[in-house]
């Protein structure tokens, strides 16, 4: 049983910044990889950023430049700096982690429930 806690969301201008994090807890051995997805209305899912235990990390097309994730492997926690916030960057935000468990399967991919973000003027 691995949990996923998001906050951070809210109305934002548009130039302006947010920071999201993220909190795993639960029967976990390792986390390999976290990161952030978002889905806006009528579009698919689609990744923000990802990092891994290493420190690599990845980031959508659309939002190099603007954000920056990090990750606190010692709390289990990832956090997503936006800045330069733009409307197209509305959606609901989604935490997931790659994760090795010691109560199920090897490696489970877990998902939070999402926080929404709005860039409206």
């Known amino acids: 049983q691995v949990q996923l806690v998001e906050s951070g969301g809210g109305l934002v201008q548009p130039g302006g910044s947010l920071r999201l994090s993220c909190a795993a807890s639960?029967?976990?051995?390792?986390?390999?990889?976290m990161g952030w997805y978002r889905q806006a209305p009528g579009k698919e899912r689609g990744l923000v950023a990802a990092?891994?235990?290493?420190?690599?990390?990845n980031y959508g097309d659309s939002v190099k430049g603007r954000f920056t994730i990090s990750r606190d492997n010692a709390r289990n926690t990832v956090y997503l700096q936006m800045n330069s916030l733009e409307p197209e960057d509305t959606a609901v935000y989604y935490c997931?982690?790659?994760?090795?468990?010691?109560?199920?399967?090897?490696?489970?991919?877990?998902w939070g429930q999402g926080t929404q973000v709005t860039v409206s003027s």
């Open positions: 990092i891994t235990s290493g420190g690599s990390t």
């Open positions: 997931n982690a790659l994760i090795l468990s010691s109560s199920s399967s090897p490696v489970v991919n877990s």
């Open positions: 639960g029967s976990i051995v390792r986390i390999y990889k």
